[in-house]
């Protein structure tokens, strides 16, 4: 068996939206900025997928901005607003995706006083903490995100959004986890500014958008062009565009569905473990239905010699899987997200994340592969 549960990392694309990319693959080539038939073909089809996503999160489409991935979107949200309103302080977490977190801390070696917001030992985030920070300091950029990428952690960005509106702060939410697996709208969440990458959610590499709000000024990221409506220049990533909205239409459509199935998974693995693997714990609340992401299970393992080789070992056995984060290599040690909690570094950290092309045979098979390896350490 051949299982693959990292899909926080990335997802496999939906054939659904392979179909609706292959036109614009094989046959509709022309430049979007081209002013002839082929051009406005294109062109057409850019509006259309601006359209799909502004429907699906309730935002007018002159809100959304076409980037190449959630990263760059989070940058020119942070950089955009803190150069154009000559923002002097920042708020985020030390449990934030690094896209996030080495951009404010850039933002803050250029002069921008930082704040990091107070958690507990699950990670949770003090709200108090942020409405103490954002009261002596007005017109405050707030970046904190949906979901944690590794732990799994939900974050009510509802209060949060509340919180900065009454401050006057300009909240950020990194939504990259989130996008395609729960619904938003921009009409009732006090965000100014909502990321999206398509290959969290089936879609395709290399594309992702911006949610701006409406009348939050920012200065472009890239310049060299008058695309995006002067905001990001450079020439569309056609096919990834129609990707991305193909894929984010799916989502929404089949989301009661894929929410039923995965976080049965989710549920099927947590008591599997329990019932297998003698000291099994779950970081921050990823074990918690309510409080974490459907599709993120972060698994600490007893103390073992084994832990060193653990994914590499899952690997032999045809598991995919992280240790923590994608976007970092090396040992579970270096996932500042586990520092921050203070986790034992001598226990072993999984992420299992799961899709809606994941099944229950597979979640067996991990766990019963996982138990043999631990079954192995004598007691």
Known sequence: MNVYFDNAATTPLDPEVLDAMLPFLQNHFGNPSSIHGHG?????????????IAHLINAAPAEIVFTSCGTEADNY???????????????????????VLHTMQALEKQGMQLSYLRHDAQGRLDLAHLDELLATHPRTFVSLMHANNEIGNLNDIAAIGDICAQHNAVFHTDTVQTMGHYRHDVQQLKANFLVG????????????????RSGQTVNALIHGGSQERNQRAGTENVYGIVGLAKALEIAYRDMAEHQRHIQG???????????EIDGVEFNGTSAEADQSLYTVLSVSLPPSELNEMLLFNL??????????????????????VLNALNCDPNRGTIRFS??????????????????????????
């Open 40 to 52: 406005r073909q294109v062109r057409a089809a850019i509006e259309n997928a601006r359209k799909t």
């Open 77 to 99: 949200a942070a950089f955009g607003s803190v150069h154009t309103l000559g923002l002097q302080h920042g708020v985020t977490s030390t449990l934030e995706h690094h896209a």
């Open 197 to 212: 990458s398509a290959h969290k959610f089936h879609g395709p590499k290399g594309v992702g958008f911006l949610y701006r």
């Open 265 to 275: 998974l989710k549920d099927r693995f947590i008591e599997r473990l329990r019932q």
């Open 315 to 336: 690997d032999i056995n045809h598991i995919s899987v992280s240790g923590g984060s994608a976007c970092t290599s090396g040992a579970n040690a270096g996932s500042h």
């Open 354 to 379: 799961m899709s809606k092309y994941n099944t229950a045979e597979e979640v067996d098979y991990a766990v019963e592969q996982l138990a043999k390896m631990y079954r192995k350490v004598p007691a």
